[in-house]
C-alpha cells in the first residue's frame, strides 16, 4: 500500500474507538465538494450537467469546516468540481490540517502552477492529481488537448518541492491490463506515493453511457491488473482486500455510511454517487436515511458499483476484524506470483 504508517495509525485508532463503543454506522472519509465548478468537461462526469446557478455556489470556509467537525472522519478527500477554483482552498487546507485532517486534494492539476505558492508540504496534505491513462487517452476523456502533459508536469513540481503526491485513475470500458501497466508504470516512475483507481460509476446523468465497464469488466480487468501487480513497484492508495474485491476474488456489501458527502446542497444521501435528496445534517443523514434501500441488489443503479467510496469502508473493516484475512491474501498472491513468475 502507498498509505504511511502514521495515517493508518491514525485510521485504526478512529476505527477501534467507534467497535468499542458499539457504534455501526461511522465515516472513515469526508468526501467535501466545497464547489461544483470544473475547468474541463470530462466524459464520465456527472457532476458538470447542473444549471449556471448551481455552479457558481460554493461552500464558505466555515462551513467547510463544520463538516469536518460535525463528521469527525479523519481523511477528508475535497473534490468536486475542479477544488483549485475556490479562492479559499489553501485557508480550508491549512485549516483541516490544524486539525489533523489527512487532505486529499482532488485537481486536474490545470491550476496546480498558479496557486502552489499557496500550500506548503505537510503530512497532512496530498495532492490527488486526475490522470485517466497516458496522454492520448487522458486527453480524450477530458476532453482538451495538453491535459496530460499540464498534469505530469505538476506531479513533477510538487515531488521536486516535497509535497505528498497520488494519482486518481478512473477506468472505462476500452481499458485492458496492458494499458492499465503502462500506465501505472510511468506514475510510478514518477516518484508518486501511491494510485488511487476505481470504475468509473454510470452516472445517470453522465453524458456518455456506452463508456462503463460494468461489474464483469471491471473484475476481468483488476484481476487481470493484480496478476502483474507482484511483479511491479506498483503502490496502491488502497486496502489489499479492497483491491481483491475488484478482482472479484471476494464479496462486499456496499458501506455507503463510510464515506459522507458535504456539498453545496447539503449532505448527500446516501452517498457520494447517488443523489436522493440532502440531509439538513450529519446527524440527520445518518438517523434518518434508509440504509437498507441501497446497494448491489437492492436499487438497480447499485448495480455495477464497485466504486471505492463504498467498499473500501467495507473492506478496510474487514481487515480491521479479520486481521487473518489480509495474511492469507499475501500467502495466496505468493504463490500466484511463484506458478506464474513471468505474467
Not at 502552489?116 to 495532492?127: C, K, Q, V
Not at 490522470?131 to 496530460?148: I, M, P, S
Not at 456518455?208 to 484481476?223: H, P, V
Request: aromatic share 10%; with cysteine.
Amino acid at each position: 500500500m502507498g498509505i504511511p504508517v502514521i495515517q493508518q495509525v491514525r485510521i485504526a485508532k478512529h476505527i477501534f474507538e467507534h467497535l468499542l463503543t458499539g457504534d455501526r454506522r461511522f465515516p472513515l472519509v469526508l468526501m467535501l465538494e466545497p464547489l461544483f465548478r470544473c475547468n474541463l468537461q470530462c466524459a464520465g462526469c456527472g457532476k458538470i450537467s447542473h444549471p449556471p446557478e448551481v455552479m457558481r455556489k460554493q461552500l464558505s470556509l466555515q462551513e467547510c469546516l463544520a463538516a469536518s467537525d460535525e463528521c469527525g472522519a479523519p481523511v477528508v478527500s475535497i473534490a468536486g468540481g475542479e477544488p483549485l477554483l475556490h479562492p479559499d482552498m489553501p485557508r480550508i487546507v491549512r485549516a483541516l490540517a490544524r486539525r489533523h485532517r489527512f487532505v486529499y486534494l482532488c485537481t486536474n492539476a490545470l491550476l496546480l502552477e498558479k496557486r502552489i505558492d499557496e500550500f506548503a508540504p505537510s503530512p497532512y496534505l496530498t495532492f490527488n492529481i486526475h490522470l485517466d491513462g497516458l496522454r492520448e487517452q487522458h486527453d480524450a476523456l477530458v476532453g482538451r488537448r495538453g491535459v496530460f502533459e499540464t498534469a505530469v508536469a505538476a506531479i513533477r513540481m510538487l515531488v521536486a518541492r516535497g509535497f505528498r503526491v497520488t494519482t486518481n485513475t478512473t477506468f472505462f470500458g476500452r481499458e485492458t491490463p496492458a494499458s492499465a501497466a503502462r500506465l501505472f508504470d510511468f506514475l510510478t516512475s514518477l516518484g508518486v506515493e501511491g494510485m488511487t483507481v476505481a470504475p468509473g460509476f454510470s452516472y445517470e446523468s453522465a453524458a456518455g453511457q456506452d463508456i462503463f465497464l460494468g461489474r464483469r469488466g471491471t473484475t476481468a480487468l483488476f484481476d487481470g491488473i493484480l496478476r502483474m501487480a507482484p511483479h511491479r513497484p506498483w503502490r496502491f492508495n488502497h486496502s489489499s482486500l479492497y483491491l481483491d474485491f475488484l478482482a472479484g476474488h471476494r464479496d462486499y456489501r456496499c458501506t455507503p455510511w463510510g464515506n459522507p458527502t458535504r456539498n453545496i446542497f447539503g449532505w448527500q444521501r446516501p452517498c457520494y454517487l447517488l443523489d436522493d435528496g440532502v440531509a439538513a445534517s450529519y446527524r440527520e443523514l445518518m438517523a434518518e436515511t434508509d440504509w437498507e434501500r441501497y446497494g448491489v441488489g437492492r436499487d438497480p443503479r447499485c448495480r455495477d458499483c464497485m466504486v471505492h467510496c463504498g467498499f473500501e469502508p467495507s473492506a478496510v473493516l474487514d481487515a480491521v476484524r479479520h486481521p487473518w484475512k489480509m495474511a492469507e491474501l499475501a500467502l495466496r498472491r505468493a504463490a500466484r506470483s511463484r506458478a506464474n513468475p513471468g505474467s
